[in-house]
């Protein structure tokens, strides 16, 4: 069984600030960031 994966403030930060921007789809950076789209939501 897989370890579920720790993700740390500045890389949440990140990923939270170009979903705000709105100028790539969620998609876009769920597919860049190797995350589900509902992680980004």
Do not use: Q, W
Not at 11 to 38: D, I, M, N, Q, W
């Amino acid at each position: 069984m897989s370890k579920r994966r720790n993700l740390d403030a500045g890389f949440k930060a990140c990923v939270a600030l170009e979903a705000v921007k709105g100028e790539r789809t969620v998609s876009e950076l769920a597919a860049e960031y190797g995350l589900h789209p509902t992680m980004i939501h």
